[in-house]
């Protein structure tokens, strides 16, 4: 297995519409298997193959403290969603450092294969329907921040843009 880098936004792949999968085979398994890995040592409760630059429609989730309820979406389809919204405080390994509040749908119901093709249904609410949600919008070349106000959009940019700089020269300030 292998941790995989992500795709930090304003990164331009990270707006690519990811394709449909037709072909479940070993390579399939083993980036699903890498994106798990990456997702755990990030640590995060999700991954989008989006987020490491693989433009397929493939998901993973683990929502649980003891990272021992892995859910590998491949396809995943919205095929319910509650007019009950809730709003929750969102995060994303594309944005390190970034928080806000998303209101989204409480309860979905997602139609998804398993590595092997097979059809499974979800029924999601709390961190589950949130997260499902989120990296779904990944898949469509969506991040949480586009949920936002301009004004919110805008100020979240600069404080990226700041954040980077920061980066950069503390990186100088190392390699001298
Ligand atoms: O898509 C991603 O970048 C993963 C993202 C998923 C997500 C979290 C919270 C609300 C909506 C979507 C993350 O995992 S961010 C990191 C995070 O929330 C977390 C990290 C460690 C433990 C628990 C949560
Ligand atoms: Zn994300």
Known sequence: MAILPILRYPDARLATRAAEV???????????ADMAETMYEAPGVGLAATQVDRHIRLIV???TEEKNDLKVLVNPKL????????????????????YDKVERPAFVTVQAQDLDGK?????????????IQHEMDHLEGHVFIDHLSRFKKDRICKKIKKQRLEEEKQKKYEDA
Do not use: R, Y
């Open 22 to 32: 037709t072909e479940f085979n070993d390579e399939l398994k083993k980036l699903a």
């Open 61 to 63: 989730i683990d929502i």
């Open 79 to 98: 095929v319910a969603s509650s007019e009950e919204t809730k709003p929750w405080e969102e995060g994303c390994l594309s944005l390190p450092g970034i």
């Open 119 to 131: 059809e499974i249904t979800l029924e999601c609410e709390g961190l589950l329907a949130v997260c």
